[in-house]
């Protein structure tokens, strides 16, 4: 089963930032925090991976807390395109596979 | 590189049939993963490979499922006799791990099976 939890459906208006959420109260401190995204009838989408450090590239930023027990997501300016599925996965250093959860369904309104 | 590529893209079956499905790799990664997704049950991960060797078979569903990682450019997931509750969409995904990390994998566009 998947460690983390996220709500299971958020909206967001057209250009604004979309923040999303991800809880992984139980993570240790060998596991890196993944997020993918599926937009409809395509398979999983690699976006941003870290470990403590805030990190950023050319499709969104990822903000970790200190205690490194929940994270945010943020697409900084959101468009129709970034409607889809948000996975967060916390990885284990060593380990081949990830598990997806739910995700979080991702409504960007017009 | 053209991503990993599945085929067919769709695939439609009557039950008891055999049912093969194709993925070839990006070239140069060394780990394969079979995933089905279903809307009941979301993304799961059936088997993955590693150098062409069956690391963990534990998701898949019953001995009716089999895959084959002949080399490094191919791979293959067979379902024989296919019932309608395989029905589902199935990814095909690979990567090339780095420092022991669970690292980018990518995925195909999915082979969309139905069993009749």
């Known amino acids: 089963d998947a460690k983390t939890t996220q709500p ?6 057209e250009g604004r930032a979309a923040n999303l959420p991800c809880n992984h109260s139980t993570i240790s401190g060998n596991e890196y925090v993944y997020w993918y995204r599926q937009i409809h009838s395509q398979g999983p989408q690699y976006i941003i991976h870290g470990l403590k450090n805030n990190e950023t590239n050319e499709m969104a930023s990822l903000i970790i807390t200190e205690d490194r027990k929940s994270s945010t997501l943020i697409l900084p300016h959101a468009t129709l395109r970034d409607t889809a599925v948000y996975y967060c ?6 380990d081949d596979k990830i598990i997806f959860g739910k995700g979080t369904r991702l409504h960007i309104l017009p | 590189d053209a991503g990993v590529i599945q085929s067919p893209r769709h695939e439609v079956t009557e039950m008891g049939q055999e049912v093969t499905l194709r993925c070839k790799p990006i070239s140069g990664h060394d780990y394969l993963f079979w995933y089905r997704q279903t809307m009941m049950r979301g993304l799961e991960l059936l088997i993955y490979f590693n150098n062409n060797v069956p690391i963990d078979d534990s ?3 019953e001995d009716r499922f089999s895959a084959k990682m002949p080399n490094a450019s191919f791979s293959t997931l067979k379902i024989q006799p296919s019932e309608p509750r395989d029905s589902a969409v199935y990814f095909c995904a690979s990567s090339f791990t780095d420092r022991g990390l669970a690292d980018t994998q990518y995925f195909g566009p999915g082979t969309r099976l139905t069993v009749l």
């Open chain 1, 8 to 13: 299971p459906s958020m909206d967001c208006a």
């Open chain 1, 89 to 94: 996965i916390d990885s284990t250093v060593g």
């Open chain 2, 59 to 61: 998701g898949m569903p």
